[in-house]
């Protein structure tokens, strides 16, 4: 456990450079850039380490595995995300332990967040996933929504009991105009956080960037980036 405390510790040492670097570039300060360390498929016991480390943010995209691992961390003061694509049969169990939803991205999980939200007695925090890669009404390959139907989403998210706002999110595409180009990419996010807070200006929560761009998403302006091999190391197969 020493030798594993001491990895994570290295590891996120190098992170937390990385992002102070890149906020130094950007011309911003280090606090406008939140650290959410994504734990799929490592166990409660590294969640752990990280609180100990000063970890706050952590993100999960299978509720089989979030679900366990919330309850036994559930001491911890922290602030747990759900950045996976989510079914509405697992809305439930989600909603009991997630405080924010990285992944809104259809009408219908709108729905069922709120029903079970309000009947958990909790606000969930919602983000708007964006797909760059979706045509005009459809989603994209990793979900999401395509850009044209963000404003609609997001009016029925901040209409819904029971659901706060929060923002969008984006994955940097595989395929499509914004491939490999992520800054551009990231850029087009910031641009359509910028015309939703004119609708809803408390929605200002921009989540882009992982291991391997988070430089291109502070730069970009992002506010939160979602890290997991940079800090966690290579995942373990699934199997």
Avoid at 100 to 124: C, F, N, P, W
Wanted: aromatic share 2%; glycine share 10%; charged share 25%.
């Amino acid at each position: 456990m020493t030798d594993r405390r001491t990895q994570l510790a290295e590891n996120l040492a190098q992170v937390e450079q990385r992002i102070a670097s890149a906020c130094v570039a950007a011309g911003r300060k280090r606090e406008e850039v939140t650290l959410v360390v994504v734990t799929k498929t490592y166990p409660a016991s590294d969640v752990r380490i990280l609180h100990e480390l000063g970890v706050r943010h952590v993100a999960e995209n299978r509720d089989q595995d979030a679900a366990p691992k919330a309850a036994a961390c559930a001491d911890l003061s922290l602030t747990w995300h759900f950045v996976g694509q989510l079914q509405t049969n697992k809305v439930r169990s989600v909603a009991s332990y997630a405080d924010v939803v990285q992944s809104v991205d259809r009408t219908k999980l709108v729905t069922a967040l709120s029903a079970a939200a309000v009947r958990g007695g909790r606000e969930l925090g919602c983000l708007i996933q964006v797909a760059l890669d979706a045509e005009s009404g459809g989603r994209g390959d990793r979900g999401g929504v395509a850009p044209d139907g963000i404003e609609e989403l997001a009016d029925a998210v901040a209409a819904a009991p029971g659901l706060r706002l929060d923002g969008l999110m984006t994955v940097a595409p595989l395929a499509g105009p914004y491939a490999g180009r992520q800054r551009a990419a990231f850029d087009r996010l910031m641009e359509f956080s910028s015309r939703l807070r004119g609708n809803h200006p408390a929605a200002n929560m921009v989540s882009a960037g992982m291991s391997a761009d988070l430089e291109e998403a502070v730069a970009a302006g992002a506010t939160h980036v979602r890290v997991g091999t940079a800090v966690l190391g290579v995942r373990p197969g699934l199997g």
